[in-house]
């Protein structure tokens, strides 16, 4: 049975907004030379996590992992890519959205090739920073649960 987590304080669910359904990848991406994973700082909210993004249209989880990095790191040189064969659910209030969110994860990871990187939007630039965390920090530094449970499962292989 799939891992299903919920949100706790601020993230719990609202009785009084509505529910939406979406289908998301996470990515752990780890450094082309050193122990080191990208992650990505919440500007607004201070949340510390792998890079994660809605999956659109026909996209596979690995389309959209690779569109998702580039977008929000600006890294585009990948080496491996692969997808861990499971999902696992989060249930949350999401303050950013103003709506309550059910989403199944996909769970991506991989390598970068090298360091190479394009220049990012403005946009995403304002929204979070992009940050190398070394692999023994990752656990005590990952905000939500289930960017957690993800490194603890890509850590089993």
Known sequence: ??????????????????M????VVVVAIKHPT??????????????????????????????AAKREVIEETGYDDFDVLKEIPEVCYDNFYAA????????TIHMVYGTLASEKQQSRSRDEEEIAEVLWISSSELEKTLTQEAHRYIW??????
């Open 1 to 18: 049975m799939a891992k299903e987590f919920f949100g706790k304080g601020d993230s719990a669910i609202r009785e009084d907004k509505p």
């Open 20 to 23: 939406t359904e979406r289908e």
């Open 152 to 157: 603890a499962k890509i850590q089993e292989i």
């Open 96 to 103: 950013h959205k103003d709506v309550n969110r059910h989403i």
């Open 34 to 63: 050193e122990e080191k994973y990208l992650c990505v700082q919440n500007r607004k909210f201070g949340w510390i996590d792998f890079v994660m993004g809605g999956i659109e249209g026909e996209e596979t989880p690995i389309m």
